[in-house]
């Protein structure tokens, strides 16, 4: 007979829906807010600890499965704007970790099981911790080769706008996505967030409301900048017409190529959930 003890269970599970949603949240550039990690990671322990207590064994059933698996990431990513592909992929983690648990057992490895979606494991605690702790440095290795935008592929590179004599630094996601452009010139427009850019304008003209784009513009309108500002219509997931206010700069440069002057579309809400750019311009 198989003796299970509750509290290895549970803190294994932890561990393990920890480094999963933090695989999740890594690969799909969602921000990390590790006390929520840890509240998503708790909640799937304490399932899996509560499926072998006496009664429970409903709690295997898939929907059930499927169910706490939700809780989970609402419970961790309940507030990110890209819950469904941070679920998605947290799914197709979860899914390849498993298959590797199955490979290990054929393989003729004891350490670590995988019942009914259960991991269970006999060894001492501390090996336990060990083994985790160096998932978590394999996991971390990997996903920042692989999992997210790198400037060695040269998807980030620095930009530099320059509006008059002042200038502002960012860091730029070179997006084949992108598609926005000026419809007038057909030129690419950059889209930057708007608060990294107050500095260029004159203190009296510092672009606000950007989320109410027609009263930003009628506010920049009033001075010195009127004839380089313009609203910019797009198109976005979730955001089938929207509008930006735009402003040409008299220079952007991007890594080594020079834009010369064209649109800069202000946008009121942060472009990169993870923080690792600022701004976004087509290939």
């Known amino acids: 007979m198989t003796v299970v003890y509750i509290d290895s269970l549970f803190l294994l599970n932890f561990v393990v829906n920890y480094l999963l949603l933090l695989a999740a949240a890594r690969l799909s550039g969602a921000i990390i807010r590790r006390p929520a990690l840890a509240a998503g990671a708790a909640l799937g322990g304490g399932y899996a600890a509560a499926v072998f207590l006496p009664g429970m064994g409903f709690l295997l059933h898939p929907l059930c499965k499927l169910g706490a698996a939700v809780l ?14 941070t679920g998605l992929i947290f ?6 970790f498993g298959g590797g648990i199955f490979a290990i057992e054929l393989l003729g490895g004891k350490g670590l099981s ?14 336990l911790l060990l083994s985790a702790a160096g998932c978590y440095v394999v996991i971390s290795a990997v996903l920042r080769r692989t999992g997210s935008h790198s400037a060695a592929c040269r998807e980030l590179r620095p930009a530099v706008v320059t509006l008059g004599e002042k200038k502002a630094t960012l860091t730029a996601l070179v997006d084949t996505g992108n598609t926005l452009t000026d419809p007038v010139t057909n030129q690419p427009v950059m889209v930057a967030e708007g608060e990294r850019l107050a500095a260029l304008f004159p203190e009296d003209l510092e672009p606000a409301a950007l989320s109410d784009p027609v009263s930003a513009l009628e506010h920049m309108s009033a001075g010195p900048l009127r004839n380089r500002c313009r609203l910019l219509p797009y198109q976005a997931v979730g955001v089938a017409c929207g509008m930006l206010l735009a402003v040409r700069m008299d220079r952007v440069q991007v890594g080594a190529e020079d834009y010369g002057s064209i649109l800069v579309a202000l946008s009121p809400n942060r472009l ?10 087509g290939a």
Do not use: E, P, T
Request: with cysteine; charged share 15%; hydrophobic share 50%.
């Open 272 to 281: 990169s959930d993870g923080g690792g750019y600022s701004a976004l311009i």
């Open 91 to 96: 799914f197709a983690v979860a899914a390849a």
């Open 114 to 127: 995988l019942k009914n979606g259960i991991f269970y494991s006999a060894m001492d605690l501390k090996l």
């Open 72 to 85: 989970m990431l609402l419970c961790a990513f309940g507030n990110s704007r890209r819950l469904l592909r």
